[in-house]
Nanobody, 124 residues
Framework: QVQLVESGGGLVQAGGSLRLSCAAS????????MGWFRQAPGKEREFVAT????????AYADSVKGRFTISRDNAKDTVYLQMNSLKPEDTAVYYC?????????????????WGQGTQVTVSS
């Protein structure tokens, strides 16, 4: 079993930055692909970013490309999401997820383990 705990969310003004962290315990995530997803009120959970086991391959949703950066530190079993130039439409609960596979995936259905989420609110 893998437990994932997100942190770093909060309230920020439009144009600001936040860095989310996702710390894993129970089992190393160094051989798992990881992803970030988000869910706004009344909407489905959507893909934000994904990273493969080594960190050499990443992918992003079009809505965050060029503003968000996913990274990982396998020695710390931690994944990060650096969010810059935040917009009000980025407001959501952000979830970290682990996939039992080396390669990336855009689909939330392919992720086995999920964190509890961290709230990000961007004010205009």
């Amino acid at each position: 079993q893998v437990q994932l705990v997100e942190s770093g969310g909060g309230l920020v003004q439009a144009g600001g930055s936040l860095r989310l962290s996702c710390a894993a315990s129970g089992r190393t995530i160094s051989i798992y692909a990881m992803g970030w997803f988000r869910q706004a009120p009344g909407k489905e959970r959507e893909f934000v970013a994904t990273i493969n086991w080594s960190g050499l391959t990443t992918a992003y949703a079009d809505s965050v490309k060029g503003r968000f950066t996913i990274s990982r530190d396998n020695a710390k079993d931690t994944v990060y999401l650096q969010m810059n130039s935040l917009k009000p439409e980025d407001t959501a609960v952000y979830y970290c997820a682990a996939r039992i596979d080396l390669s990336i995936s855009y689909s939330r259905h392919e992720y086995r383990y999920w964190g509890q989420g961290t709230q990000v609110t961007v004010s205009s």
